[in-house]
């Protein structure tokens, strides 16, 4: 994957967007063919895991936004995404909540990468109010960055064309003002 991080950010974006369509749209897919062998071997025993179960019982109740939010999660989305073709999730509720959460994450890996968000989600664990302070403060320093560049592009726009600072020769034509 290092030939991504070498790649400018939109197209970085575009090819981690194309892998994880195909990746997540292909654990839809084999888990939806599952649901007619699923009480044979190896499939049998995946449908009864912990995780797998866990995920289909959040996937039932709260359906496409959750498999749009695993994307943010580290270990939960191939299970989310396996759970919504597992419970025969109608393809018009979960295309979109792929195409949302694929972009999501194809931009945060392609941005501040998993590692970010895997050390805020421990220490959420360790510490649910410093992970939510630490996140205030990111919210706040993102507030102040826009606001104060807001600031500085309405004051440029309010402030007269300053006048050319350019020395003027004696024959130039622009020099003698009428």
Known sequence: ME???????LPAIGVLYLVILCRAG?????????????DRGRVAELLASPR??????????????VVALSFLTVGFQTAANAAAGLTGMPL?????ALAI?????AVVYATIGL??????????????????????????LVVV????RRSRARRRAQDPI?????PRRSDDPSAHTP
Do not use: H
């Open 92 to 96: 018009r509720r979960y295309l979109p």
């Open 162 to 166: 300053p006048a050319d600072p350019r």
């Open 26 to 38: 292909a654990t839809y897919a084999i888990a939806r063919g599952a649901r007619s062998v699923a």
């Open 3 to 9: 030939w991504v991080r070498s790649l400018p950010l």
């Open 115 to 140: 590692v970010a968000l895997a050390a805020w989600l421990e220490l959420f664990l360790r510490s649910p109010w410093a992970a939510v302070a630490v996140l205030a403060l990111i919210v706040v």
């Open 101 to 105: 959460g694929g972009l999501a994450w």
């Open 145 to 148: 960055v826009v606001l104060s």
């Open 52 to 65: 797998v179960r866990r995920a289909t019982g959040i996937v039932n109740a709260w359906g496409a936004p």
